[in-house]
């Protein structure tokens, strides 16, 4: 007889087992089935997804690291510390991060035996539906099969990384996140194919090691999605840190040489140019995981770009079957799959609860950070919108001046009659932490008065978000 469970959740990255985890609170008895691409030395599958075997987690370690070792290399003299022949152990910096990603993963483990959650070690599929439930078969990667019935299914396979047709990624040479992670030294020339988040903050932590970095983008502007502001001061200091980000470009051929990877590419003025480096990093997007799911077998199918359809709360056309994270609509964040994740196994349960998409952040883990919530100010002039601006530096910040970390600002958007807080955008030290404030703020729909009447400590960066809020009405206490 089939084991039989209330909800199956088809993928552990984060938007799965969180789902799974809010489910089993809520009383259901659950399973999760996994197929992961991240065996544990232990044969065991590593659960985490993308995130934190291949992505935010390990990608953070090493960002972390690199921002250590320029520190100590070219900013300690300004605090009176005087060092000499500093090197990097790039095979110590990847155990660590290696044990950074262990440790997080089998803290997902040991979530699963404390709720008493199954987890089913293959890839599951759908085969049909009967009057006892969602058939559905795990396939475990030496081919055997075992099929379970679940009356709720929520899919979370997540996504990879999207490759171009004409360059073939081999993780050595040519490389996506994974390969990109791994380095065992830092190229002295890394080609980066692809101006977004990954590709930045990969491209950052190689040239923080001593790499020379070219960044190739076919977009015309840089980071088109963060406001305008922000990408104008984040492009002048990617150029003073030596990043070399070329735009409008059309990529031809990438070909493996002896001596590395030789890339041709078209600028924006039709010359042609071949850029000659070490190594390549294609992060060009992502990809949803649709391809093995059987979805048809349950009347189901993808759009045009490979997502399952959804509505507002997370549910398919077919009755009982839900779809989260990056196989669905809207941003491929992390925390937006935890979000949909726990919205699932709460409705599911006959509560109501609540996702405000536009209150979600966005964080980009450069030096310094961007981060950013709500509407940008183009965005707000595109919709007729009527607005304030306030805007307030970090430069005039006794904290991020003591902490030798003062480029940047922060930048919030308010209605002009109702001064509803409608964005905040920041690029500056602890931007990654900042933005919460201005998400809960947004989320309970407060003003920037609200924010401007908070008392914050002193000193500390939380004040330039303050201080932003008072600039809204001209009245800046330090500026």
Request: with cysteine; hydrophobic share 40%; proline share 4%.
């Amino acid at each position: 007889m089939s084991k039989q469970f209330d909800i199956l959740v088809i993928g552990a990255g984060p938007g799965g087992y969180i789902a799974s985890i809010r489910a089993a609170q809520l009383g259901f008895s659950v399973a999760c089935c996994e197929f992961s691409a991240y065996d544990d030395p232990s044969g065991e599958p590593r659960l985490g997804g993308t995130c934190l075997n291949a992505g935010c987690i390990p990608l953070k370690a090493l960002v972390a690291s690199s921002e250590v070792f320029e520190k100590v290399s070219h900013h300690l003299e300004d605090h009176g510390i005087t060092v000499s022949d500093v090197s990097m152990d790039v095979a110590r910096m990847q155990k660590r991060k290696e044990d950074i990603v262990t440790k997080m993963t089998s803290g997902i483990q040991f979530l699963f035996r404390k709720n008493k959650i199954t987890l089913l070690k293959g890839r599951g599929s759908f085969a049909g539906r009967t009057d006892a439930g969602y058939r559905i078969i795990i396939t475990g990667k030496d081919g055997e099969e075992e099929e379970v019935l679940a009356q709720k299914v929520i899919i979370a396979t997540g996504s990879k990384a999207r490759h171009i047709p004409n360059i073939q990624v081999d993780n050595v040479t040519i490389c996506d996140n994974e390969g990109a992670l791994k380095f065992t030294e830092a190229p002295k020339k890394l080609g980066v194919i692809g101006a977004g988040v990954i590709g930045l903050e990969v491209g950052s932590v190689w040239r923080r090691l001593g790499a020379e970095v070219t960044v190739l983008e076919v977009m015309p502007s840089f980071l088109g999605a963060a406001d305008e502001s922000v990408s104008r001061e984040a492009s002048k200091l990617f150029l003073k840190q030596g990043l070399q980000i070329r735009l409008g470009v059309r990529i031809g051929q990438a070909i493996i040489t002896d001596k590395g990877v030789s890339i041709a590419y078209t600028d924006d003025q039709g010359s042609e140019h071949t850029l000659e480096c070490d190594k390549l990093i294609v992060s060009v997007g992502r990809i949803p995981n649709t391809e093995k799911l059987n979805l048809e077998a349950v009347g189901l199918q993808t759009d045009e770009r490979g997502f399952i359809p959804v509505n507002d709360h997370c549910a398919t056309s077919a009755p009982g079957v839900y779809a989260i994270g990056d196989v669905v609509r809207g941003p491929m964040l992390a925390h937006k799959a935890e979000d949909e994740g726990v919205l699932v196994a709460e409705l599911i349960a006959g509560q109501k609860p609540h996702l405000d998409y536009n209150s979600m952040p966005w964080v980009i883990y450069t030096t310094p950070e961007i981060a950013w919530v709500g509407k940008t100010e183009q965005q707000l002039r595109a919709e007729g919108r009527d607005y304030k601006t306030g805007q307030f530096p970090f430069a005039a910040n006794g904290r991020a001046l003591g902490l030798g970390d003062s480029e940047g600002f922060v930048k919030m958007l308010a209605d002009a009659k109702t001064d509803e807080i409608l964005g905040v955008h920041i690029i500056g030290a602890s931007a990654s932490d900042l933005i919460a404030e201005a998400a809960l703020a947004m989320e309970f729909r407060a003003s920037s008065e609200d924010i401007a009447r908070t008392c914050h400590p002193h000193p500390s960066l939380s004040e330039v978000v303050r201080e932003a809020a008072l600039a809204i009405e001209k009245r800046a206490l330090n500026m």
